[in-house]
């Protein structure tokens, strides 16, 4: 294929894949909220309020990045190279979003082996209090994080909107894609799922009563499937990302820049399905 060919292709496949993220994530989202928050059985689980808050994320991560993606590939108009003030808000809104996801995810797993634990002092600290106050910190200290792309990022020297200084750019590379959305909400969201699974197995022997194991069972699998999913969808991100951003340091690349876009656009339409996959349907 020529590379014409190759960026051709590239853009049916961002067009595509976007519209279908963006709309199918946002009904499934919608009914992940109604679900959450009108069902009795759910509505004062912890669990379930961090996957309630993470539905609402993840479409506002939703509405910022793929309207902005449709409108790049679809019509050829992309804000963040004309507009200062929307190259900086994208980035600052879409990585707080981000690290916002990972953590609530993070938060149901650890809640959900808190909940599911047979010693009591842990389910004790399985509370909504604790869920409310954790969610309103992480929000905080993510939207404060933000203030950073809203400073180094910038349209002015060139064609894109990009990070300017060399400093943030090693930051982002090495703390932010690889630790902060990378192996870090991983590694803790797969031991956390990983120990809710053993103390549902060991509910099901106990003499807890039917509803209460069948509530447990069904917020354990969804999380383990959130959990599964989103571990399985990042890491080809991750890599691509930071290869990117290497590039960009040492100003070159091994792979051609028309490869590199068709790369792209399938990496980050399975990422971003981190954002459009709902707890509800997922199982």
Wanted: aromatic share 14%.
């Amino acid at each position: 294929m020529t590379e014409e060919e190759i960026y051709g292709v590239s853009r049916y496949l961002t067009n595509l894949f976007s519209f279908i993220i963006l709309f199918g994530g946002l009904i499934g989202h919608v009914i992940d909220i109604l679900v959450f928050t009108s069902s009795r059985r759910f509505r004062n689980r912890p669990s379930a309020f961090f996957l309630t808050i993470e539905s609402i994320v993840n479409s506002v991560q939703l509405i910022i990045s793929f309207s902005s993606r449709i409108a790049i590939s679809g019509f050829d108009d992309d804000l963040t190279r004309t507009s200062i003030v929307w190259c900086k808000l994208r980035s600052a809104i879409a990585s707080s979003c981000t690290l916002i996801s990972f953590t609530i995810v993070c938060f149901a797993a650890i809640n959900q082996y808190l909940s599911t634990s047979y010693q009591s002092y842990l389910k004790t600290l399985s509370t909504l209090n604790l869920a409310h106050y954790l969610t309103g910190i992480a929000i905080i200290i993510w939207s404060l994080h933000g203030i950073l792309f809203l400073i180094f990022m910038d349209n002015k020297s060139t064609v894109k909107c990009v990070v300017i200084s060399d400093g943030f750019l090693a930051y982002v590379t090495y703390i932010y894609y690889l630790i902060l959305t990378g192996f870090l909400p991983m590694i803790i969201m797969s031991v956390f799922a990983i120990l809710a699974s053993y103390n549902i197995r060991a509910i099901v022997r106990s003499h807890i009563p039917i509803f209460r194991r069948r509530i447990d069972q069904q917020l354990t699998s969804m999380i383990i499937a959130r959990v599964a999913f989103s571990v399985i969808i990042t890491l080809p991100y991750v890599l691509f990302r930071v290869y990117s951003l290497q590039s960009q340091m040492l100003r070159n690349g091994s792979v051609s820049p028309t490869i590199a876009d068709l790369i792209g656009a399938i990496v980050f339409a399975l990422f971003y399905l981190n954002f459009s996959v709902c707890s509800i349907t997922v199982l």
